[in-house]
């Protein structure tokens, strides 16, 4: 534990460039480092920065989307950029076309155009995979995260399976059980609530979460743990299906995860939590543990803390069960394996 602290402070303070990667490697062979593509690919960084910042302007919903797709590609089978592919030569249903996915996603066409640009630059030696890492970085600092290093020299996968996305966490999870999920990847419980204040950003669809304002409990119409003011606020956007306001529905069926700061990446998720908005219940569930929520009550009141850690823990995320050296490919298209 103490070792991973030095290591990120080192890697943060810019002094190390080359170290082994812990806990998530699938096997021992190679590492990631920071710069790995200094000599093959200089710009890439630059040229992945750059194509972020077009689309973020344009729409600032991006940065939350390109963060998300980082998360949920890690999650499946390793960062290895199987959330990107759009077929299996089986023709299975892919990740992509999963529930937990679907039309969720956003930021896929900025992948595509930064990945383009690449392959001008520098044809088949940036990995769509590490793509993602530095995009996720990239949209991270414009919503306002002190920008962070990102390992690279991650390779990409070729298979993809709608089925392996059970094994993402579920909004209606409880502490317990997402603290479980992230151990599996080695994802400790304090880095699994600091991840998840990447909620302060984004959206989440309604059928995420509305079964808490309409349908809790057969005894209960509404979950207890909602503010009740906040409840009503989503019950307008997020109106009973079938019901009278369904028919005059104002809203495009999603509400901000983040309902203060939604485009901002702060800690203000934190304080939400402390209040009882937090929009899913396997947000409201941090405060329900004990030991959770008091992790959820230091980021509140640390936003310099939780910044710090947030990098630091994206790095974590970064670095399971990534392909390296000789397996896997680069891909000179993300939707396709070669
Ligand atoms: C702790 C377990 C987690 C659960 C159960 C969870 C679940 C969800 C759900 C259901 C949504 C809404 C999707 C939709 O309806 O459109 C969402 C959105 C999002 N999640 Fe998570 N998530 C978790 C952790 C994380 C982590 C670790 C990250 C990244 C570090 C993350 C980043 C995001 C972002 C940025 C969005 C907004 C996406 C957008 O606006 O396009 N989540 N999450
Ligand atoms: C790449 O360049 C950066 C900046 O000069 C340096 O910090 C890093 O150590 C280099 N990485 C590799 C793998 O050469
Ligand atoms: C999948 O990747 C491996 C390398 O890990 C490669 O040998 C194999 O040919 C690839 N399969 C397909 C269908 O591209």
Redesign the pocket.
Known sequence: MEGRLVVSLFLLLGFCSHFAVGGGSRKSKGHLNVGFYNHSCPRVEEIVGQTVMRHVMFNP?IS??L??LH?HDCFIRGCDASILLDATPTGEPTEKESQANGH?L?GLDVIDEAKAQLEAECPSTVSCADILAFAARDAAVLAGLPRYPVLSGRRDGNVSLAYNTIKL???F?SAEE?TAVFAKKGITQEE?VV??G??S?????CP?FDYRLHNFKPEQRQDPSIDPLYAEYLKVACPEPGSWGADFMMSDGTVK?DSITSNVLDNGYYAGLTMGRGL?T?DQALMKNKKTRKIVRRMAFNPWQWAIKFGNAMHR?GAVDVLMGDEGEVRRFCRHVN
């Open positions: 919903g939350a989307g963060i998300r998360f969720t956003r966490p579920s909004p999870a997402l699994m991840l998840s990447a909620h950003i984004g959206q989440a669809h995420s995860l899913l396997s995320l």
